[in-house]
């Protein structure tokens, strides 16, 4: 895989990895890890939301009146 960056991206990924002391490289694969991480945690949060709203709709429809 290659990742094209912008100028910019480059540079602010460079300062960004040199402050934390790591390479370009593991910085970005800590973003990836991060940005899949939280799309992961989001859609379990909808199931669970689906769920309960499924589950309890009446009263939920009830409580809106």
């Known amino acids: 895989m290659t990742l094209r960056l912008t100028d910019n991206e480059q540079a602010a990924l460079r300062e960004r ?9 593991e ?11 939280r799309g992961q945690h989001s859609d379990r949060v909808n ?5 309960i709203m499924n589950k309890h709709a009446d009263a939920l429809r009830r409580l809106g009146e």
Not at 17 to 25: K, N, P, T, V, W
Not at 47 to 51: E, G, K, N, Q, V
């Open 47 to 51: 199931t669970a939301a689906r769920l």
């Open 17 to 25: 990895a040199d402050l934390e002391g790591i390479s370009m490289q």
């Open 27 to 37: 910085a970005a694969r800590r973003a990836v890890r991060e940005f899949v991480s």
